[in-house]
């Protein structure tokens, strides 16, 4: 009897082990892609007050030397109201509002294995800033 036990044991070992490898395994490649978590005005918001930043959160920590964010505005006009910041998983951009209409924020970077992460969020401004006198 001890001889049946034992090889029971040891093939449960062996399934488990080759269970938890295999798990390890394929769970690595996905922690090392970032993604976007959300953001700040969320995506198809639509907005009757302009926001001062546009936040976006991502999965993993962004590199600055290779994370680039843009905003446009209506007629593909450039609505970055400065250089983005970076505190921990979110980048935050000043935002300069200007038409109504349509912006969009694209956002490019690179995850912790190189692989290139970029996408888009659209809010919808629906009053526009008030013209500048001369």
Request: hydrophobic residues 45%; positive net charge; proline residues 8%.
């Given at each position: 009897m001890?001889?049946?036990?034992?090889?029971?044991?040891?093939?449960?070992?062996?399934?488990l082990g080759v269970v938890a490898a295999?798990?390890?395994l394929s769970a690595a490649p996905a922690a090392a892609h970032n993604s976007l978590t959300g953001s700040d005005p969320r995506d198809g918001a639509r907005l009757a007050a302009a926001p001062e930043r546009i936040e976006l959160r991502f999965l993993a920590t962004p590199?600055?030397?290779?994370?680039?964010?843009?905003?446009?505005?209506p007629d593909n006009v450039a609505a970055t109201g400065g250089a983005p910041t970076f505190s921990g998983k979110r980048v935050?951009?000043?935002?300069?509002?200007?038409?109504?209409?349509?912006?969009i924020v694209t956002y490019r970077l690179a995850s912790d294995d190189?692989?290139?992460?970029?996408?888009?969020?659209?809010f919808t401004l629906t009053t526009g800033t008030p013209a500048r006198a001369p």
């Amino acid at each position: 009897m001890g001889g049946r036990v034992a090889r029971v044991a040891r093939t449960w070992a062996v399934v488990l082990g080759v269970v938890a490898a295999f798990a390890l395994l394929s769970a690595a490649p996905a922690a090392a892609h970032n993604s976007l978590t959300g953001s700040d005005p969320r995506d198809g918001a639509r907005l009757a007050a302009a926001p001062e930043r546009i936040e976006l959160r991502f999965l993993a920590t962004p590199k600055e030397a290779t994370t680039e964010v843009t905003v446009t505005g209506p007629d593909n006009v450039a609505a970055t109201g400065g250089a983005p910041t970076f505190s921990g998983k979110r980048v935050i951009v000043p935002f300069r509002p200007g038409a109504a209409g349509l912006y969009i924020v694209t956002y490019r970077l690179a995850s912790d294995d190189g692989h290139p992460i970029k996408g888009e969020v659209r809010f919808t401004l629906t009053t526009g800033t008030p013209a500048r006198a001369p």
